[in-house]
């Protein structure tokens, strides 16, 4: 990958109440595609996110944003530069110009309807009207417009799709698309792996707070990491204090295709 | 001036706490025992205060009546407190209300030449003062609590488009205030039409001509607008500070 790297986690674990909810995560996300962190509910992979926009900080290491920890960032530029958008679509005005407004508000009208266009919204169809008044899908495009209206130079997607219909979710993951071709880079948790694998250039899988897969979308064996435990003797058990510390296995070892076939259904 | 009730007036209306005790022993509710309780606490604490005032009132002076306010806003702060439940710092947050709020209503009043500074006078005025800040502090910090639990996926989708943490939280810093008004803007507006407020009642029982004790009954009320405005505000703003960490989070609030 030559491309350049935008987040890089360095050795980032967080523990919340004893529990570990990542355990010495290593990556890197690079810029100008479509990085998607696939998992089970509950192995970490929203918190992944939150990670990158200081919503939640590691107990331990670091995460930077293009070769800087993100705590040397002033935070408000921090999520200006990479907007999370949150897995509940959650309507903050009562106008659906005011909602793409709401965290930039010297948009002209012009901007907004080329903004409400970008997400495939016809702004004749939907400005004048209350946001909640606009289907699950519509509503999760808004949101987009509405963190696209800051400029950011990534976006953060928390489980994007996963509230809505298959055809609403295909006009999401379409939207989606065309961002990254635009050249945005997207960083998106789901569970559905189908879906990530679709919508992504590239997926990283996470089973209980740790990558036990990567490699490119389409890779045939992805579905099955993701739908696989980790591989016996691998099993990370959160709440064995033995599986924590130096006792992890070494990158390499975790990258290599594993043959375990018991399904977990997500 | 009329008349006082004297201590034998008193006693015969014990008869009354009587009363209350046989219709509950009658009707098997149970609580003659807390009603009995409930009176004799009533009379002590009474006296009590009776006779703190009275001495309070001869010795205190202007500095005295104002430290005794002051440590009124320590124990209405602990009071409040507890609605902030989760909430860091709320007792620094409510105290920090009701003294700002008891500071400034009483300034006006004093520095405006509005009310006397006699011991007898600071002291009951200071008193509904504190008890009304401490009101909205209340309030203020249940609407906050409740917000910040309720909200957060909307808040920390406000802060997620790198909004700060002001603007993130605005809608529930307006709610809040508002919550917290109702009350005595509800009771400033029937005023007179319900209930007959404390203050009038008193000085009218005592034997001034009602046109005159409505006058003292309009600044109360005014002074109770100002109070709670000023204290529910200032306790919202610094509950907010301690809702929020230096990343700009919403920080997490215990049950």
Same mark, same amino acid.
Not at chain 1, 2 to 12: H, I, S
Not at chain 1, 146 to 151: D, I, K, P, Q
Not at chain 1, 181 to 201: E, I, K
């Given at each position: 990958?030559?491309?350049?790297?935008?987040?890089?986690?360095?050795?980032?674990?967080?523990?919340?109440?004893?529990?570990?909810?990542?355990?010495?995560?290593?990556?890197?996300?690079?810029?100008?595609?479509?990085?998607?962190?696939?998992?089970?509910?509950?192995?970490?992979?929203?918190?992944?996110?939150?990670?990158?926009?200081?919503?939640?900080?590691?107990?331990?290491?670091?995460?930077?944003?293009?070769?800087?920890?993100?705590?040397?960032?002033?935070?408000?530029?921090?999520?200006?530069?990479?907007?999370?958008?949150?897995?509940?679509?959650?309507?903050?005005?009562?106008?659906?110009?005011?909602?793409?407004?709401?965290?930039?508000?010297?948009?002209?009208?012009?901007?907004?309807?080329?903004?409400?266009?970008?997400?495939?919204?016809?702004?004749?169809?939907?400005?004048?009207?209350?946001? $909640?008044?606009?289907?699950?899908?519509?509503?999760?495009?808004?949101?987009?417009?509405?963190?696209?209206?800051?400029?950011?130079?990534?976006?953060?997607?928390?489980?994007?799709?996963?509230?809505?219909?298959?055809? $609403?979710?295909?006009?999401?993951?379409?939207?989606?698309?065309?961002?990254?071709?635009?050249?945005?880079?997207?960083?998106?948790?789901?569970?559905?792996?189908?879906?990530?694998?679709?919508?992504?250039?590239?997926?990283?899988?996470?089973?209980?707070?740790?990558?036990?897969?990567?490699?490119?979308?389409?890779?045939?064996?992805?579905?099955?990491?993701?739908?696989?435990?980790?591989?016996?003797?691998?099993?990370?058990?959160?709440?064995?204090?033995?599986?924590?510390?130096?006792?992890?296995?070494?990158?390499?070892?975790?990258?290599?295709?594993?043959?375990?076939?018991?399904?977990?259904?997500? | 001036?009329?008349?006082?009730?004297?201590?034998?007036?008193?006693?015969?209306?014990?008869?009354?706490?009587?009363?209350?005790?046989?219709?509950?022993?009658?009707?098997?509710?149970?609580? !003659?025992?807390?009603?009995?309780?409930?009176? *004799?606490?009533?009379?002590?604490?009474?006296?009590?205060?009776?006779?703190?005032?009275?001495?309070? /009132?001869?010795?205190?002076?202007?500095?005295?009546?104002?430290?005794?306010?002051? =440590?009124?806003? /320590?124990?209405?702060?602990?009071?409040?407190?507890?609605?902030?439940?989760?909430?860091?710092? =709320?007792?620094?947050?409510?105290?920090?209300?009701?003294?700002?709020?008891?500071? !400034?209503?009483?300034?006006?009043?004093?520095?405006?030449? *509005?009310? !006397?500074?006699?011991?007898?006078?600071?002291?009951?005025?200071?008193?509904?003062?504190?008890?009304?800040?401490?009101?909205?502090?209340?309030?203020?910090?249940?609407?906050?609590?409740? !917000?910040?639990?309720?909200?957060?996926?909307?808040?920390?989708?406000?802060?997620?488009?790198?909004?700060?943490?002001?603007?993130? /939280?605005?809608?529930?810093?307006?709610?809040?205030?508002?919550?917290?008004?109702?009350?005595?803007?509800?009771?400033?507006?029937?005023?007179?039409?319900?209930?007959?407020?404390?203050?009038?009642?008193?000085?009218?029982?005592?034997?001034?001509?009602?046109?005159?004790?409505?006058?003292?009954?309009?600044?109360?009320?005014?002074?109770?607008?100002?109070?709670?405005?000023?204290?529910?505000?200032?306790?919202?703003?610094?509950?907010?500070?301690?809702?929020?960490?230096?990343?700009?989070?919403?920080?997490?609030?215990?049950?």
């Amino acid at each position: 990958m030559d491309r350049p790297e935008l987040f890089t986690l360095d050795d980032a674990s967080l523990v919340i109440d004893g529990r570990r909810i990542l355990d010495h995560v290593d990556e890197h996300l690079h810029d100008g595609v479509a990085t998607a962190i696939a998992g089970p509910s509950g192995s970490g992979k929203s918190t992944l996110l939150r990670l990158l926009n200081r919503l939640a900080e590691p107990t331990s290491g670091r995460v930077l944003f293009r070769g800087t920890d993100v705590r040397d960032l002033d935070v408000l530029e921090l999520r200006r530069r990479a907007v999370l958008v949150p897995q509940r679509a959650t309507p903050l005005t009562e106008d659906v110009a005011a909602e793409v407004r709401v965290a930039a508000p010297h948009l002209t009208d012009a901007d907004v309807r080329s903004l409400l266009t970008r997400v495939a919204l016809d702004p004749d169809e939907v400005l004048g009207r209350t946001p $909640s008044s606009l289907s699950g899908g519509e509503l999760q495009r808004l949101c987009l417009a509405r963190a696209l209206a800051v400029g950011p130079e990534v976006l953060l997607l928390d489980e994007p799709t996963s509230a809505l219909d298959p055809r $609403s979710a295909d006009a999401v993951d379409a939207v989606i698309r065309s961002l990254v071709a635009s050249g945005l880079a997207v960083v998106l948790v789901s569970h559905d792996v189908a879906r990530a694998g679709r919508v992504a250039d590239d997926v990283r899988v996470l089973h209980e707070g740790r990558v036990t897969a990567r490699g490119a979308a389409g890779s045939l064996d992805l579905e099955h990491e993701l739908m696989s435990p980790p591989a016996d003797g691998h099993v990370h058990d959160t709440d064995d204090p033995r599986a924590h510390g130096t006792a992890h296995l070494p990158h390499g070892h975790l990258d290599s295709t594993r043959t375990t076939d018991t399904p977990e259904q997500p | 001036m009329t008349q006082i009730p004297s201590w034998t007036a008193v006693a015969v209306s014990v008869l009354l706490v009587l009363v209350a005790v046989a219709i509950a022993s009658w009707q098997r509710l149970g609580i !003659s025992r807390e009603i009995v309780v409930a009176a *004799v606490r009533a009379l002590v604490q009474l006296v009590a205060i009776g006779a703190v005032l009275a001495w309070l /009132f001869a010795h205190a002076g202007i500095a005295g009546a104002l430290a005794w306010i002051f =440590a009124m806003t /320590f124990v209405a702060a602990n009071e409040s407190r507890r609605r902030g439940r989760g909430i860091p710092r =709320a007792y620094a947050a409510a105290l920090v209300g009701i003294v700002v709020g008891t500071a !400034s209503t009483l300034g006006v009043l004093v520095l405006g030449g *509005v009310i !006397s500074t006699e011991p007898q006078v600071l002291i009951p005025i200071g008193g509904m003062v504190v008890s009304g800040a401490m009101q909205a502090s209340s309030l203020t910090l249940t609407s906050l609590r409740r !917000s910040a639990v309720e909200n957060r996926s909307a808040i920390e989708a406000a802060l997620s488009l790198g909004l700060p943490a002001p603007q993130a /939280f605005a809608r529930e810093m307006r709610t809040a205030v508002r919550t917290a008004l109702v009350p005595t803007v509800d009771s400033t507006r029937v005023v007179g039409l319900i209930s007959l407020p404390g203050t009038m009642t008193g000085l009218i029982i005592a034997g001034v001509d009602p046109l005159q004790a409505i006058r003292y009954q309009i600044i109360v009320m005014y002074m109770l607008l100002a109070a709670w405005a000023v204290s529910a505000l200032v306790t919202a703003r610094a509950a907010q500070g301690s809702l929020f960490d230096d990343a700009q989070r919403l920080v997490p609030i215990a049950a």
